[in-house]
């Protein structure tokens, strides 16, 4: 098996503030103390050169633990006319390495197809980004088992035009529709299947690439289940939402990831 780095991602969404940025990192330099698992931050846009500081103000007290920075969206676009979007480059530029794509609230409220998903995956990768692609089944699609139908097609999109070997600098979470703010969560083994579907999708063009793909899970994350969650063997970490926000419980899960 590949030693696969467990990650937890912070998704703000709409929300937090400069202040929880600088508890997260009060509390990271306090109690992270190793490198096992990999940290990262996706603040609002305008938090980003908040959280740039504090990583560079911070270096020697997080004490080798890896946090990074991500932000929530990008533009398909380098430049233009397109007021209110952000190209690659200035994430880029922002200090980001990571960057969410695909997400299911900006395929379902802002009209994201999954060829605009795979542009946005492109660009993030042109401009030295690693892209975190959301992939996921909505509630009437568990129940007709379509799961693993529509997940493949939102995967074959980005695959064809970025190739396989595109996923060799990405991450992928798997975010279930139905459970994403919801307070629901797949059980493990739900979880667990759809990862290992996702994995093995992967493998069947490139077995370097299935088995040394990150994917995340991203479904109302708790600490109450985040263990059982991250012992699954194809479950590497957390795409996190609603306690992102609560810096004890973000740190609860960390510390999870490091252990799992």
């Known amino acids: 098996m590949a030693l696969r780095r467990p990650m937890v991602a912070g998704n703000w ?5 400069a202040q929880l940025a600088q508890e997260l990192f009060k509390k990271f330099a306090a109690k992270l103390q190793d490198d096992s698992a990999e940290v990262v931050m996706c603040p609002p846009s305008i938090y980003l ?31 233009g006319a397109y007021t209110g979007e952000i190209s690659g480059q ?34 993030a990768q042109k401009h030295g980004l690693t892209p975190i692609l959301c992939v996921g089944e909505s509630g009437p699609a568990r129940e007709a088992r379509r799961t693993f139908e529509v997940i493949a097609e939102e995967l074959d999109v980005v ?17 279930p529709l139905w459970a994403v703010g ?55 970490g957390g795409l996190i939402g609603g306690a992102s926000l609560n810096s004890s419980e973000f740190l609860s899960l960390c510390t999870i990831a490091m252990s799992a």
């Open 182 to 236: 919801t307070g629901k969560s797949a059980t493990p083994e739900q979880a667990q299947e759809v990862h290992a579907f996702i994995r093995k999708r992967l493998s069947e063009v490139s077995p370097f690439i299935g088995e040394n793909v990150r994917i995340l899970y991203g479904g109302s994350v708790t600490p109450s289940n985040a263990a059982d969650l991250f012992a699954q063997p194809d479950v590497d």
């Open 90 to 123: 200035m994430l880029k530029d922002s200090g980001c390495r990571y960057v969410i794509i695909g997400h299911s609230e900006r395929r379902r409220m802002y009209g994201e197809t999954s060829d605009i998903v795979a542009e946005k995956f492109a660009a």
């Open 159 to 175: 695959i064809e035009k970025n190739g396989t070997m595109a996923f060799d600098n990405a991450i992928i979470a798997y975010e």
């Open 13 to 17: 969404k709409m929300n937090g503030s």
């Open 49 to 79: 050169e908040s959280v740039r500081q504090l990583l560079e103000a911070n270096k020697e007290p997080l004490n080798g633990c890896l946090v990074r920075m991500g932000a929530q969206n990008l533009s398909q676009h380098d430049f």
